[in-house]
């Protein structure tokens, strides 16, 4: 039973119960990808039903992580399946359990405005778009938010980082550093792509292939008829 009720494994050379990197990253990504197709179906469609089966698989998932063992939940299995062959990437366990509590909160205080007073308004939306910034952010880039105030709200140390950024390295590699030409053509691009903003919101929508065209109203006919006698 204990085995079952656990958070993280033992590894030598580890002082703190880990988790596989991969799969947490692998398993943010498929959470991404289903919060998405939810977002637009609501958002364009009008249409709920994904965005309640979502919603309810997200807290179902991170209910099975906190409370039971990540082993079992949805996500982490089916990330497994997909990265296993990888080489695993440890991290500390701790200041996972902390951040995917505070998704467990997240997904409960959505569950209740969807399932419990059946809404779907501004709030909804802004939980749902924070949903997703956290799961684009460990799945593409490895930051997990939660981890970051791990040590500002439990005031304690973190250890085994995703990415090695706790251990506090003296000197970075040069090849992880943005020289300043690198990071002037960056501002340089996304200005211009700013400037292009007013110009591109004046352009009419492109024609759609195959797509039938409204033929232009013909003029009305004009009937001329011959003047009677007397006329």
């Known amino acids: 039973m204990s085995a079952i009720l656990s958070f993280g494994e033992s590894r030598p050379g580890y002082d703190v119960p ?40 997200f807290f179902v998932d991170f ?4 409370l039971v ?22 991290t500390g366990a701790p200041q996972k359990r902390f951040a995917w509590s505070l998704g467990l909160g997240l997904a409960a205080a959505v569950m ?22 956290l799961l684009y952010l460990e ?12 040590p500002l709200v439990m005031r304690r140390a973190v250890s085994h980082c995703p990415g090695g950024v706790c251990a506090m390295k003296p000197r970075r590699d040069p ?9 002037a053509v960056l501002l340089a691009v996304l200005l211009g792509i700013a400037a292009l903003i007013p110009v591109v919101a004046t352009m009419e929508p492109p024609a759609r292939p195959g797509a039938a065209t ?18």
């Open 63 to 66: 209910a099975l992580r906190v």
């Open 18 to 57: 880990v988790l596989n990197e991969r799969e947490a990253r692998a398993a943010a990504g498929i959470l991404l990808l289903l919060s998405v197709i939810a977002a637009i179906n609501a958002a364009l469609l009008e249409n709920f039903l994904p965005m309640r089966l979502v919603v309810t698989l």
């Open 69 to 90: 063992n990540p082993r079992f939940a949805p996500s982490l299995v089916l990330a497994r399946l997909i990265v296993g062959n990888q080489q695993p990437e440890f």
């Open 175 to 183: 090849m992880t550093r943005a020289r300043k030409a690198e990071v």
């Open 112 to 133: 209740v405005m969807i399932w419990g007073f059946n809404i779907a308004g501004p709030w909804l939306m802004a939980a749902c778009m924070v949903c997703m910034a």
């Open 139 to 150: 799945a593409v880039f490895g930051i997990c938010v939660g981890c970051k105030l791990y």
């Open 214 to 231: 409204t033929p232009a109203a013909a003029p009305a006919a004009v009937s001329i008829t011959a003047p009677g006698p007397g006329e």
